[in-house]
């Protein structure tokens, strides 16, 4: 929290602040006691940019640590709405003000939020780019690439004309990424050239250039083996492996950049550890080396334990519900059903845990207990878990696999069902593949 004036705050504000933020920051939190604190600010009349930046501490407060979504919902707009003449309390109160909105599920009304502050902060490039990333990642969650992809190519001219080709990477490798997920691989290509291009020609801060080069070549490998070409990764994978080493040799007490558009990061250099490794896992498993997949799998999830205990990030049950879902696979093609259940326990609850990862992840989740269901030859369980999971997808790829094993299913039940079984295989394989837009990578 800080006090935000340009004039010096009266002692009796720093005394408040400097209590609320004991509190909050307190092992455990004492959120109540850092509510008291900012609401008797209120008390002693403040000056409006003190009042302004009150109402979005508070609502800050109540939003990320409390269930009075209510009270939280009204501060924030008096910080946006009311009191609205200083632009980083009312940029940073757009910004949280839609995650609440999100959060609610009140989408259509966070949105509107973010295009207005998008709209005044073009002479606030931290705010600006931030902005853009948010809204950008809002329409992702939506499964509206075209929008995202759009906004990511406005931030990354933007960048360009504030003379931030760091951040301009990185909107352009985030458009790399949405564009991946839409398999427009004909415009990923010349896309990941100009970035290798910006990447290599960039100097600045090491751990940022260090961090572009992972987020890069993060792109290249799954390009790659979205493709196909297996053998064709091995190069990046060894680059990608030499950057993790490099990043963990430096320290992060670097000097902030000076363009206030430059202020950003990829991700903790922690989290880029354990994403090298899903890659890798990734790409063992379509190499077929198993053992390399199970080494690094148990490398990775032994990483985010340890991660968890400090670190709440969405994005690292996430990385480990992707992990599961390829260790589970290698349990049952090498035969160890019972760890292979286990696993699958582990992806209901890491699921039960978050709605957005259940909805992800749903269709994966049934598929998997399909498989499990036919290592154990119980057809007419596989047979449900399948179905279950095609009402679930419009992910092609993981579509024609479901109907594939399912195809098997039937043709395997020929005994009870010689009639039917290789004429539905035959009419389920094919079936067109519905036209879609995968789910997002996170």
């Not at 060894?238 to 080493?245: D, R, S, T, Y």
């Not at 202020?263 to 190499?287: D, I, N």
């Amino acid at each position: 929290m800080m006090a935000g004036t340009a004039e010096a705050p009266e002692p009796w504000y720093l005394a408040l602040l400097g209590f609320a933020e004991h509190f909050r920051t307190s092992s455990p939190p004492k959120i109540r006691l850092c509510v008291h604190c900012l609401q008797a600010v209120f008390q002693f009349k403040p000056p409006p940019r003190v009042e302004a930046r009150t109402h979005l501490q508070l609502g800050s407060v109540l939003y990320r640590h409390t269930n009075n979504s209510e009270l939280a919902q009204t501060h924030l707009e008096k910080a946006l709405y009311q009191i609205s003449q200083f632009e980083d309390v009312k940029f940073e109160a757009a910004s949280i003000l839609s995650e609440f909105y999100c959060q609610q599920n009140l989408v259509d009304s966070a949105k509107p939020v973010l295009r207005k502050a998008i709209q005044i902060s073009q002479q606030t490039p931290y705010w600006h780019c931030r902005l853009l990333f948010q809204l950008a990642q809002l329409h992702a969650l939506e499964k509206d690439l075209v929008s995202a992809c759009d906004l990511l190519g406005v931030g990354a001219e933007y960048a360009r004309v504030m003379g931030s080709e760091y951040t301009r990477a990185l909107f352009l490798l985030s458009k790399g990424m949405l564009l991946l997920m839409e398999r427009k691989l004909s415009e990923v290509h010349p896309l990941l050239t100009l970035c290798g291009t910006i990447v290599e020609n960039w100097q600045g801060n090491p751990i940022q250039k260090e961090s572009l080069r992972v987020f890069f070549l993060v792109l290249q490998v799954t390009h790659y083996l979205d493709a196909g070409q297996v053998k064709s990764v091995k190069p990046c994978l060894k680059q990608l492996q030499q950057c993790i080493q490099t990043i963990s040799t430096l320290h992060d007490d670097e000097i902030l950049p000076t363009n206030p558009a430059a202020l950003f990061h990829w991700l903790p250099k922690e989290h880029m550890c354990v994403l090298v490794y899903l890659v890798t896992v990734m790409h063992s498993m379509q190499a077929g080396y198993l053992e390399k997949a199970q080494k690094y799998t148990d490398k990775a999830l032994m990483q985010l334990e340890k991660l968890k205990m400090l670190d709440s990030s969405s994005i690292l049950s996430t990385f480990q519900v992707i992990l599961l879902e390829h260790i589970i696979m290698c349990r049952l093609v090498t035969g160890h059903k019972a760890t292979a259940l286990q696993e699958i326990s582990q992806v209901c609850q890491l699921c039960q845990q978050s709605p957005r990862l259940f909805t992800n992840h749903a269709a994966q989740l049934h598929t998997l207990l399909g498989l499990y269901c036919i290592s154990v030859n119980c057809m007419d369980n596989a047979e449900a878990q399948f179905t279950a999971a095609l009402q679930m997808t419009t992910h092609q790829e993981l579509w024609t696999f479901i109907v594939t094993n399912l195809a098997s299913v039937y043709i395997r039940e020929g005994n009870r069902h010689q009639e039917f079984s290789l004429s539905t295989s035959r009419s389920i394989l094919h079936q067109r593949a519905p036209v879609f837009l995968p789910g997002t990578l996170q």
